[in-house]
């Protein structure tokens, strides 16, 4: 990476929710920040800012990573996805979302945003995932409210759903 002046903000260049954009920040402003204050995406949510409690977590070139612990610069030429982009039609919800609705997996939703981007990520890479696959990835989320198992009936709904789809005719 480039030496940069700190007094002043630096452009940052990458591919968000399917979209090209560049925009300004300095060197020690964390993604998180930059998403929800400088780009005005507050679906990812900021709780601990130590990277224990997954709220902030969004996909950076499809992998969950922890928003709040990513320097903004660290994404230049980054593809990231955030909750915002996980249904194509704003006024519908995706699958994994319209399960989590049907199984109230979500209470206050402060964590909801980051566990839905880590299940999405993990059901696209395992559409095959069981239930321990599914609490395991779960481990790095903190839920204050809802003791986590109707986010687990939540992501296997989806996964079966997602499963049918792909094999129509099973």
Sequence with gaps: MPRMNAARKHPVDFTLNGKAVRA???????????LRHEIGLTGTHVGCEHG????????????????????????????????????PDPAKLSRLQAAFRRHHGL??????PGI??????LLREHPDAGR???????????????????????????????RKEEKPNA
């Excluded at 300004?24 to 930059?34: G, I, K, T, V, Y």
């Excluded at 593809?79 to 249904?87: F, G, M, N, Y």
């Design 116 to 121: 839905l981007m880590s299940l999405d990520a």
């Design 132 to 162: 321990e696959d599914i609490r395991e990835h779960l481990s790095g989320h903190l839920c204050r409210c809802t003791g986590y198992a109707t986010i687990v009936e939540a992501a296997l709904a989806a996964a079966e759903e997602q």
């Design 107 to 112: 209470q206050c939703g402060f964590c909801t």
């Design 24 to 34: 300004e920040a300095e060197n020690r402003m964390l993604l998180s920040d930059l």
């Design 52 to 87: 224990v409690c997954g709220a902030c977590t969004v996909q950076i070139d499809g992998k969950p990573a922890r928003a709040c612990l990513t320097l903004a610069q660290q994404v230049r030429g980054s593809d990231i996805r955030t909750v915002e982009a996980l249904s």
